[in-house]
């Protein structure tokens, strides 16, 4: 069913209204992939994903960072075999307390090997771990699973018709055994493409997948709703245009509808714009925002709906122009309720890769923007934390009656971690970074705006060699430095 759209187009020259960064913060060493985040109201946030060896790109574990509010390092969870590839799915909040943790494990290469889930305390012990294979056919491939809010597994994917055949969509609901509740699959009988359930979400009286599929000369958004039995409600082709639309996530907005959410191909310069639409709880389409410019290309990687009953989107935008390439920044963009443009944001650094794929509102108003930043030893977690909207940052320093201190690592010499604590007396932008005896910078722990207060900053040094090291704290004008050494 096609609805008219009301289509807002936000071009390069919107207005913009950066939000005052209250920190930012690189988790990890290597190459880390994000994969799940958790915002946890006013206690801090968790973030995990994959670590993949640099020498054997088969190898790789999962870490895994739990973050408090000042964005100081609380714990860290490492799970893998050497030689063998533990890929992190996703993680959740458990209703009891906790949390969930679903990923694959594989001998050989991702993708290839058996199903698991890992139950954390709050403290990031371990309470069990549990390999988890559901019971469905050969032909079916799961791409996206999801906690429900009684603690079970909603599943998403694809069953091929034969062999070489297309996809039906494929859904499904299973307990944490991995024992299907109830499975199903739908096609629409018109078209010949691949219809694969990519986003999952539960709704107040039911479940809902969504998918991009080919239909005539277009790529469109189509959305399934099916009830607690896993029985079809409705079926909404809710974005048809002749243009290749591409399908990144959902978020379910309860009785308000859902947010979907990606990107769009245009063969025209820079011919990548993202995407943002907002639907009913029926699922016909409300409204459209297309992010386009002339010096740039976006993805939209999530949405959430503000407390204010706007939409704030985080994803990612390539500084890609006629062939110049300038880096990608995380891209934040604010919508009110009727997808009218109030601002948008991006964060970054010159020829570098930062990119967005989480959004969190805390109970403040402020956000937790989370993804990943290329460092100098590869990509690691990022964690950026914004103050409320009209907030008074430079208010708060009366509050902290602290002086500028970078205090001695301790333990020091330090094999593996050792921990930087410094304190700041008004906020500024801030920068702890670690150099060696020969002044290469071989890891930045914090580079951002920090509020006056003390922190905490852990160095994982598991992947420098022994040796003399250096580490930099600088404050708007003021610079203090001080040695530590490494041992193995």
């Known amino acids: 069913m096609w609805l008219a759209l009301m289509i807002a187009a936000v071009v390069s020259t919107a207005a913009s209204q950066p939000l005052d960064t209250m920190w930012q913060r690189t988790f990890g060493s290597g190459d880390c992939t994000t994969w799940g985040f958790v915002g946890l109201d006013s206690t801090g946030c968790l973030i995990g994903g994959d670590l993949t060896n640099h ?209 769009r191909y245009q063969e025209i310069d820079p011919g990548i714009n993202g995407l943002i639409l907002y639907t009913d709880s029926n699922g016909d389409s409300l409204w459209l925002v297309e992010l386009n410019g002339d010096l740039f290309t976006d993805q939209i990687s999530h949405a959430i709906e503000t407390q204010d009953g706007g939409v704030l989107a985080v994803g990612e935008r390539d500084w890609d122009h006629d062939g110049a390439w300038w880096g990608i920044d995380v891209l934040a963009v604010k ?61 708060e320093t009366e509050l902290y009656p602290v002086e500028f201190t970078l205090k001695q690592n301790y333990p020091n010499p330090f094999n593996g971690e050792t921990r930087i604590d410094f304190s700041l007396e008004a906020t500024a932008p801030a920068k702890l970074s670690v150099f060696d005896v020969l002044g290469r910078e071989v890891k930045t722990l914090a580079d951002g705006k920090l509020a006056a207060g003390n922190y905490s900053y852990y160095l994982h040094g598991d992947d420098l060699p022994s040796g003399v090291y250096l580490y930099r704290l600088q404050a708007g004008n003021t610079v203090a430095v001080k040695k530590m050494v490494l041992l193995r």
Not at 125 to 150: C, G, H, N, Y
Not at 365 to 371: E, K, R
Not at 372 to 387: A, D, P, Q, R
Request: hydrophobic share 35%.
């Open 55 to 263: 020498d054997n790109w088969e190898d790789a574990d999962i870490l895994i960072y739990r973050v408090d509010p000042a964005g100081n390092w609380r714990w860290s969870y490492h799970y893998g075999e050497r030689e063998y590839y533990e890929e992190m799915y996703d993680v959740w909040r458990m209703p009891e307390g906790g949390f969930l943790v679903y990923a694959l494990w594989s001998e050989l290469e991702p993708g290839n090997g058996y199903r698991f889930l890992i139950r954390l305390t709050d403290e990031g012990d371990t309470l069990w771990t549990r390999s988890i294979e559901f019971q469905l056919p050969d032909s079916v491939s799961i791409a996206k699973v999801e906690l429900t809010r009684d603690g079970r597994l909603l599943l998403g994917g694809c069953s091929r018709r034969t062999h070489w055949g297309n996809c039906d969509m494929f859904y499904a609901l299973a307990d944490l055994n991995g024992d299907t509740l109830w499975t199903g699959q739908y096609t629409d009988g018109e078209t010949d493409d691949d219809m694969i359930a990519t986003a999952v979400a539960e709704t107040p009286d039911g479940y809902a997948f969504a998918t991009d599929v080919a239909i005539g000369f277009g790529r469109e958004y189509c959305l399934l709703l099916v009830d607690s039995l896993g029985e079809v409600r409705s079926f909404r082709q809710c974005l048809y245009a002749p243009l290749d639309n591409h399908l990144l996530g959902m978020t379910a907005l309860g009785v308000n509808g859902f947010l979907l959410f990606g990107w």
């Open 335 to 395: 919508l009110d309720s009727t997808g009218v443009l109030e601002w948008e944001a991006t964060y970054g650094t010159v020829n570098k890769d930062e990119r967005a794929e989480y959004v969190y509102q805390r109970p403040d108003g402020g956000y937790l923007i989370a993804g990943t930043k290329h460092m100098t030893n590869g990509f690691n977690y990022l964690v950026i934390s914004t103050w409320p909207e009209g907030w008074e940052a430079a208010a």
